[in-house]
């Protein structure tokens, strides 16, 4: 069991800048692959980013949406996730929620509200 808590959201204007962090209740380093989702709403929950980790490199990859703005990174030694969000647009408005995989539906954080917003 690992329970994860993000933060960071907020209220930016279009252009801006923000960066999210998930940091888990124990260890993440066993956790090979972690993700970022995000929900607007009316719409379904979609995969904005994911990182996942062998003993040799680290693989991310991310929504076409997001590519050349969001970067995803991870702190094992901190136990936290991060996305970096850049040149934000209004369509990026929504809940952020951070994910590892597991059984059943995986852990999720109760998510954070990031609107961008002139």
């Known amino acids: 069991q690992v329970q994860l808590v993000e933060s960071g959201g907020g209220l930016v204007q279009p252009g801006g800048s923000l960066k999210l962090s998930c940091a888990a209740s124990?260890?993440?380093?066993?956790?090979?692959?972690m993700g970022w989702y995000r929900q607007a709403p009316g719409n379904v929950r979609e995969l904005v980013a994911t990182?996942?980790?062998?003993?040799?490199?680290?693989?991310?990859n991310y929504a076409d949406s997001v590519k050349g703005r969001f970067t995803i990174s991870r702190d094992d030694a901190r136990g936290t996730l991060y996305l970096q969000m850049n040149s934000l647009k209004p369509e990026d408005t929504a809940v952020y929620y951070c994910?590892?995989?597991?059984?059943?539906?995986?852990?999720w954080g109760q998510g954070t509200q990031v609107t961008v917003s002139s």
């Open positions: 124990r260890s993440i380093a066993s956790y090979k692959l």
């Open positions: 990182i996942s980790t062998t003993s040799e490199n680290t693989n991310t």
């Open positions: 994910h590892i995989p597991g059984v059943g539906n995986g852990y």
